[in-house]
């Protein structure tokens, strides 16, 4: 369990910080939400780009079965090197995002 904690704070430190992160051409807040009791997290965006409305998950990773699944990542250079960076090892992230057929060809866990 010591693991599951340690890998909610990590990511949810991670999130904050790309919160923090203000965009400079346009009206877009993010925002952090987080369930902590079914261990789900995103990061939210939402504005105005010119005439444009915004509005969805930039992120979402969730804990399951002591995996960190990686669900969707819309951030430029992905949050994977992060968590990696952190202590979270490769057989314990999913790349949810792929399909399973691709997943086994990557170095981290298929699910």
Do not use: C
Request: proline share 2%.
């Amino acid at each position: 369990m010591d693991n599951l904690n340690n890998y909610s704070e990590i990511i949810e430190k991670i999130l904050r910080e790309y919160a923090a992160i203000t965009y400079s051409h346009s009206d877009i807040n993010r925002r952090v939400v987080i369930d902590a009791e079914r261990s789900q997290f995103f990061l939210v965006i939402e504005g105005w780009d010119g005439d444009r409305r915004i509005h969805g998950f930039l992120i979402h990773v969730e804990i399951r079965d002591g995996k960190v699944w990686v669900q969707r990542d819309g951030t430029e250079d992905g949050i994977t090197d992060e968590l990696l960076a952190a202590g979270i090892p490769k057989d314990k992230i999913v790349l949810a995002f792929h399909p399973v057929y691709i997943r086994q060809h990557t170095e981290y866990a298929v699910g």
